[in-house]
């Protein structure tokens, strides 16, 4: 398995997937879960799902996915197969299927996977308040409008609510170790 995954795996991508990104959908996953009274074994699965919910993204054609400047129709559509492709990849490895689901279904708000709908509102609340090349980070109630808008279950709101509303949060991953998120 090792020797295809090094044929289909494009390394370039995987450099893509931003460091901060990842850490900070951990980080606040983690919050969520904790929040809603998830087990220690339940944060852990989810953690995981969440270091690796892009990971389908290194299946992407290098030139697709690092390309400058817009998407074609169809391009667009190769890169959002990176959810397919990351769940197809983390059951080959034999990753278990609330890891696998996560990824899948982290951009999916009809999801009836509850730690999947919770990466997915980390993820999105960790690109609204990440600055970007091509964009500022948002405020904690704009980047709360758009959890709203993209239909993120009221628990879940509830639960980041209660974890980071009344406080700024710039860089939550002081004690964030990859290790311990994927070992």
Do not use: W
């Not at 850490?23 to 998830?38: C, H, P, V, W």
């Not at 919910?53 to 169809?74: A, C, F, Y």
């Not at 689901?101 to 609204?128: C, F, G, T, W």
């Not at 091509?134 to 279950?153: D, G, I, Q």
């Amino acid at each position: 398995m090792k020797e295809i995954a090094k044929k289909v795996l494009h390394y370039e991508n995987l450099k893509t997937i931003k460091y901060t990104h990842l850490a900070t959908t951990i980080t606040y996953a983690r919050a969520i879960g904790e929040e809603l009274g998830y087990t220690e074994e339940q944060l852990s699965v989810m953690e995981v799902g969440a270091a690796l919910h892009d990971i389908g993204k290194s299946l992407i054609p290098p030139e697709i996915l690092n390309k400058k400047g817009r998407l074609s129709d169809e391009e667009r559509n190769t890169v959002n197969l990176h959810a397919v492709l990351g769940y197809e990849l983390l059951k080959s490895l034999g990753y278990g299927v609330n890891v696998a689901e996560i990824a899948r279904d982290h951009h999916n708000p009809l999801s009836k996977n509850p730690m999947a709908q919770i990466v997915r509102a980390a993820d999105i609340y960790s690109a609204m308040r990440e600055e970007r090349s091509y964009k500022k980070a948002k405020s904690h109630e704009e980047a709360m409008e758009v959890l709203k808008a993209s239909r993120v279950p009221q628990t879940i709101l509830n639960a980041l609510e209660k974890r980071y509303g009344k406080k700024t949060v710039t860089m939550p991953i002081q004690n964030f170790s990859v290790h311990a998120a994927i070992a």
